[in-house]
């Protein structure tokens, strides 16, 4: 018998993809990956950004600015102020994460859009010039009533079920892949990316912290290199969120 919570969940999920859709048809005649860091990890902020640097490729690092400089629930250190202005200086942008990384199962709408409005003071306090162009849903949770705040402030916003964003595409609910483990992995991802390039699609990538040891959240700096390399051997454009925004989605407003 399934449980109360587990129908609950069901149908959460399903008007998830049903309601508050801001539809876009893809039709790309290029494929495209794009590199996202959650969090993020002090490792990614240094190690990520060598990696992708040496690919002269940009990435979106997705902030809760009420992380920064502390431990992530399993030990991570995360990023400070010097870290953002290194990436920055790099090309790499920053995405808006809730200012206290909510969980959407958790917080109602009002807590929510409270924390996305803080996290956009922050970011106008330490770097006035910026904005944030993209979110992303921490822990990958969201409700409709929570998507519907998203949907306020963004047009585009990003969350973790897996899949290639091609065709028909919900803008404010896109797939992504987690990058997680070592370069034995490597083949799993192989393949996503030649997929990717079948379907002309549009391959977005999201990881936590890169390092040799990395927990289950994050990847190593030989798996980045190696999924960075392939994709632009298989004529992949790799671009950051914004980059994709300002030339292939005409989004008004």
Request: with cysteine; charged share 20%; aromatic share 12%.
């Amino acid at each position: 018998m399934i449980s109360n919570n587990r129908i609950k969940s069901i149908i959460i999920k399903r008007l998830n993809y049903i309601l508050y859709r801001n539809n876009f048809n893809l039709n790309l005649l290029k494929p495209i990956v794009t590199i996202t860091f959650d969090d993020f990890p002090k490792t990614a902020a240094i190690n990520g950004n060598k990696i992708l640097n040496t690919f002269d490729a940009k990435a979106t690092f997705y902030i809760s600015f009420n992380l920064l400089g502390k431990f992530s629930d399993i030990g991570l250190p995360i990023a400070n102020l010097n870290d953002i202005e290194n990436l920055l200086k790099y090309g790499h942008e920053l995405g808006d994460h809730t200012f206290d990384h909510c969980d959407a199962s958790k917080f109602d709408y009002r807590h929510y859009e409270k924390s996305i409005i803080e996290n956009r003071l922050q970011l106008q306090k330490f770097f006035p010039n910026l904005s944030f162009s993209s979110f992303a849903y921490p822990f990958g949770s969201l409700k409709p009533t929570n998507k519907k705040i998203v949907s306020k402030y963004y047009k585009v916003s990003r969350g973790i079920q897996s899949g290639i964003n091609s065709g028909l595409t919900d803008l404010n609910f896109l797939k992504s892949v987690h990058i997680s483990g070592d370069e034995e992995r490597f083949e799993n991802y192989k393949k996503i990316i030649l997929e990717n390039v079948t379907k002309s699609g549009w391959l977005i990538f999201f990881t936590h912290e890169v390092e040799s040891n990395p927990t289950p959240f994050g990847c190593t700096e030989k798996l980045l290199s190696k999924i960075l390399e392939f994709s632009l051997q298989t004529n992949n454009q790799i671009l950051s969120m914004s980059e994709v925004m300002h030339s292939y989605l005409p989004l008004k407003g």
